[in-house]
């Protein structure tokens, strides 16, 4: 059995949707979810875990899984029910949609209230990210999504966690005024978030489970300056530890290049604010646990049609889609 994992940034999907849930009519918007129609269709994943997904709000009057499931049933996707676990503080999800005809998918948030070292997703950590033996306390402003998924008709089951850690990025006046504290600031939150995340798929793995993490991550080794003045990249802390190899998360893709254009294969583009040319990157990732079924004959792509030949004929759609290219991983089960 053939089974398609895809993690997809939508670019503020919620802009698509009305505060009744319905999608908007307007011509804009009609394109726009066309695009992603056309995208997903194509890709046609089991499982999407989708990264700026619609609003929840508090009153619960706008849901993440009514507008993702009316987008579905208006895309006439196989994925048509839809999942979400503790909301964010603001604005945006993180959810998937599944095909419940091929799988079953349950909200299975992890860790220990009462542990500072590896609590609740919507709780708080406490780490010492700058060494000066002293713990910081991190929230996560979009806590990441901890589902379990079971393969229907077999005995496969395994847990996904889809992640929208940190941004790097320097987007306030005050924030390029205090360029070099703000960096430091964003690198070590991340790096706090990445451990957190970290430590859950430590508690599955110790429980014998299979895991995968997708999601963007806002980095990939070799970044940036800061990650190199800490030693190491946040992706790298969410992999694991050499020492512990059966541990150890696996990428289907190598470590990007640079390029002149960036970094190559990449996932995204964004701005320089020096140069004010456009830098590839690569942050969406989709990890995979040691031994995981079926990793041994796996297929990743990055849907970039500026770099695979086969997504060339969605270019129309995937730029219009979003800002970020989805990733697939094929197993055979």
Known sequence: ??????????????????????????????????????????????????????????????????????????????????????????????????????????????????????????????????????????EHYRPPLEAHVRVNGTSTEFNVIIAHTKTKGIFSSMDILHWERESMRNRLKLCAECEWIRRRVDEWLDATRDVIVMGDFNDGAGMDFYERRLGRSAMEIVVGDIFNPEKILRSFKSKPKWTKDGWKPSSTRFKDRVTEDYVNVLIDHILVSYNFPGEDSATYRIWNPFEDEDAETLQDDLLKASDHFPVTLDLNL
């Not at 009519?25 to 995208?39: D, F, S, Y």
């Open 1 to 138: 059995m053939s089974l398609r994992i895809c993690s997809y940034n939508i670019e503020w999907f919620n802009h698509l949707f009305s505060t009744d849930n319905s999608l908007k009519n307007g011509q804009k918007e009609r394109e726009r979810l066309t695009a992603i129609k056309n995208v997903l269709s194509s890709i046609d994943s089991d499982f999407v875990g989708i990264v700026e997904a619609p609003n929840t709000t508090k009153d619960r009057q706008q849901s993440t899984i009514k507008k993702l499931e009316n987008f579905a049933q208006f895309a006439s996707l196989r994925t048509r029910k839809a999942l979400i676990g503790f909301i964010s503080k603001g604005e945006q999800e993180i959810a998937a949609l599944y095909d419940p005809n091929k799988l079953t998918v349950s909200h299975d948030p992890g860790g220990d209230a009462n542990l500072e070292k590896n609590p609740p997703f919507n709780g708080r950590f406490y780490f010492d990210t700058d060494d000066d033996r002293i713990q910081e306390v991190y």
